[in-house]
């Protein structure tokens, strides 16, 4: 069948193309989208031509189409022949999907959604599952003081599931003055501007001498030097942010080295696939987890919510994205319309 799907067709350009949608295999699923949620880092390396992915050379030539799109939610429409736990009219999270209006794939990579979790805040389920991640990499106790180095959707997710889990002062960290205020509104402890002066003196303060943890989301080499500035002695410090560019040079043995630091290699691919593990869950029982933060009211993924677009604005939205300083934090494409 034909259906719709937004392709990055060269760089900076966003277009909503007709494609191909196959039936669904035995053990598959078609799903037809109500929700997809943007993943603002990933899907902004892709539409420039950024390096993406795991092992991917720096240097390497970008290469067009290109296809984004992996968290989002919607309604099960047809079921293969094998499938005996999903139905249609299921309620679905969809990850490691695309943006498109009818997707059909493997049943391990749907989840039914719980009465009570609407499809919008699911659509962003899985890239709150990052954060998670990282969080559960750092082995954080209750009472360690924890830092957020940048606050996109990653870094605000990661604000409210820090907190969630228990660290006091949770100190959310960006040059950006709404993106600082929104993360207060999320649950930030304290907000602080990386550029002040007096940056690292303000979070030795409020942290009583150093971070116990920290998530670091900027994928920028400046923010993770920062980070190290004010880690507490044996700190953790989660790479969530994917440090496309090499180009910068850190002090291993006074920052690193000496201190006992511990760098943590935070992508979303470095998980277990199958069985998950003290620290090291899957995606699909992150996932499961979040259903219940979300139905216990511990985070709050409807305030995540900034803007819903339809699919036929891609171009304009990825303009934005391309090029704005602020771009909001939370953005989905309701596909409901789009036949």
Same mark, same amino acid.
């Given at each position: 069948?034909?259906?719709?799907?937004?392709?990055?067709?060269?760089?900076?350009?966003?277009?909503?193309?007709? %494609?191909?949608?196959? @039936?669904?295999? !035995?053990?598959?699923?078609?799903?037809?989208?109500? +929700? $997809? &949620?943007?993943?603002?880092?990933?899907?902004?390396?892709?539409?420039?031509?950024?390096?993406?992915? %795991?092992?991917?050379? @720096?240097?390497? !030539?970008?290469?067009?189409?290109?296809?984004?799109? +992996? $968290? &989002?939610?919607?309604?099960?429409?047809?079921?293969?022949?094998?499938?005996?736990?999903?139905?249609l009219g299921d309620r679905v999270i969809v990850f490691w999907g695309k943006h498109k209006k009818r997707i059909t794939i493997h049943q391990k990579n749907v989840l039914k959604i719980p009465e009570g979790v609407s499809l919008a805040e699911a659509s962003m389920a899985l890239i709150a599952t990052f954060p998670l991640a990282a969080i559960r990499k750092t082995h954080l106790e209750l009472g360690e003081s924890a830092l957020v180095m940048g606050l996109g959707i990653l870094g605000v997710f990661a604000v409210q599931l820090l907190k969630a889990a228990g660290a006091y002062p949770v100190i959310a960290v960006d040059p950006v003055r709404e993106r600082r205020e929104f993360a207060r509104e999320m649950g930030a402890d304290f907000v602080l501007d990386p550029t002040e002066e007096d940056f690292v003196a303000k979070v030795l303060e409020l942290s009583e001498g150093g971070v116990n943890v920290c998530i670091e989301v900027t994928g920028l080499g400046i923010g993770l030097i920062?980070?190290?500035?004010?880690?507490?002695?044996?700190?953790?410090?989660?790479?969530?942010?994917?440090?496309?560019?090499?180009?910068?040079?850190?002090?291993?043995?006074?920052?690193?080295?000496?201190?006992?630091?511990?760098?943590?290699?935070?992508?979303?691919?470095?998980?277990?696939?199958?069985?998950?593990?003290?620290?090291?869950?899957?995606?699909?029982?992150?996932?499961?987890?979040?259903?219940?933060?979300?139905?216990?009211?511990?985070?709050?993924?409807?305030?995540?919510i900034q803007e819903i677009h339809s699919p036929a604005e891609a171009g304009e939205v990825y303009t934005r994205l391309a090029t704005e300083k602020n771009f909001p934090i939370g953005v989905l494409f309701d596909w409901k319309e789009i036949e």
């Open positions: 069948m034909i259906t719709k799907q937004i392709i990055f067709t060269e760089p900076g350009k966003a277009e909503l193309l007709e %494609v191909e949608c196959a @039936e669904p295999k !035995e053990n598959e699923v078609t799903v037809e989208l109500v +929700y $997809s &949620a943007i993943s603002s880092g990933t899907e902004k390396a892709n539409l420039i031509g950024q390096r993406n992915g %795991v092992d991917i050379r @720096e240097d390497a !030539e970008a290469k067009y189409p290109r296809a984004v799109g +992996y $968290s &989002a939610s919607g309604v099960v429409v047809a079921v293969g022949s094998a499938v005996r736990d999903l139905a920062q980070a190290l500035d004010v880690m507490a002695m044996m700190g953790r410090v989660a790479l969530l942010g994917c440090t496309r560019s090499s180009k910068f040079e850190i002090d291993y043995y006074g920052k690193v080295h000496g201190r006992g630091i511990s760098l943590i290699g935070a992508h979303t691919m470095a998980r277990p696939k199958n069985d998950s593990s003290c620290g090291l869950w899957t995606d699909r029982d992150d996932l499961h987890a979040l259903m219940k933060l979300i139905l216990g009211k511990r985070v709050n993924f409807q305030g995540m």
